[in-house]
């Protein structure tokens, strides 16, 4: 499976999309208050099938009519949303993990509809037909693939996007031999390499934060539903999404040039949500989980291989070296002497080495030194 954005010309037309996301909203919430109700009065959670078919008895009375200019699949696709949002906070309720339940949204904030076997057309060039509408969208790259779903999304300036959801045929590529590396993410360093070629941090949210905070205090200054507000919450969200693009753009050309010079990357598995309560946004701004997530993809088509090694090793605290397991090492300790061979080790560069150590003996190219505790 493969997914292609475009972007939809700004056109009077895209108002009927507008339309249909606000309708999705109001569906969904229409959903959600019936699986409140149905709850309260018996004790259990409504079951997918009987909403659907809830759904379109609706659809044939008289106040629900107006349901129909959505798409019988879209409204089905609403129900398959909230169907998994619920197993999924009855799944964490299971396991002791906090979450809550769906809940209602803001019309205003409802992003997207999806349609499946029916209801678009797509033609040739780049034009395609939604709902019985003809959209032009800008056609960067060809569609490969059997198209199976369709889903129009819209963001906070109101530019409305189409994700296509392509069935591929599968392409074997064999891994290739070459050179291999460790990489420890960090926070003052974007990669800290195991063969001393280390990457900085680009932060473009940190860059653009003086920019971003004039555009907040604006934004405070407005009166609440005025035009002037509207357009200077525009202008906040606008630059939102330049700094959201620009890190994007550093993941995926960074991602392209170490899986083509690489036959072996091997990283650490991370624990994002708690990196982010210990630094907060700055974990954010890196964007350590979607580059994970690029790198993995731009692999498969050059044939290096991702090796992801366990989240409780010990990587910092284990001598390089010699392989003594420093178990008094504290988080603010940056360079520590292994008490044992007497090497000096930086934190992060001692990690990535053992990153890379642990990951290469799973393809047998390294072996693992036992480590010695003291």
Known sequence: MITYSFKLYCAKRNKKLHNSINLSGHIYNHLIALHKRYYRLYGKHLHIYKIQKHITKL???????????????????????????????????????????????????YKSFTLKQAGYKLHDDNKIIIMGQEYKFHKSRNIEGK?????????????????????????????????GVGFDFGLKKFLTASNGQDIESPLFFKQNNAKLQKLNRKLSKKQRGSNNRRRAKANLARLHKKVASQRKDYHFKLAK?????YALICIEDLNIKAMQRLWGKKISDLGHSQFVNTLKYQCTKTGTIVVEIPRFY??????????????????????????????????????????????ASTLEVETVRPAKTG
């Open 59 to 109: 659809k044939r009375t008289k106040r629900y009519s107006y349901w129909n200019e959505l798409g019988s699949q879209a409204i089905q696709d609403i129900a398959e949303r909230i169907d998994r949002a619920y197993k999924l906070f009855y799944r964490n309720l299971k396991h002791g993990i906090k979450s809550a339940p769906p809940s209602f949204k803001k019309i205003k904030k």
């Open 147 to 179: 198209v199976k779903t369709l889903t129009v999304k819209r963001d906070a300036l109101g530019d409305i996007y189409i994700y296509f959801v392509c069935e591929t045929e599968k392409t074997n590529i064999e891994p290739r031999t070459g050179k």
């Open 257 to 261: 040039q170490l899986s083509e010079e």
């Open 314 to 359: 010990p990587s910092s605290k284990t001598c390089s070296i010699c392989g003594y397991m420093h178990q008094g090492l504290i988080l603010s300790e940056r360079t520590w002497i292994c008490p044992d061979c007497k090497t000096c080790h930086d934190r992060d560069k001692n990690a990535a080495m053992n990153i890379y150590r642990v990951g």
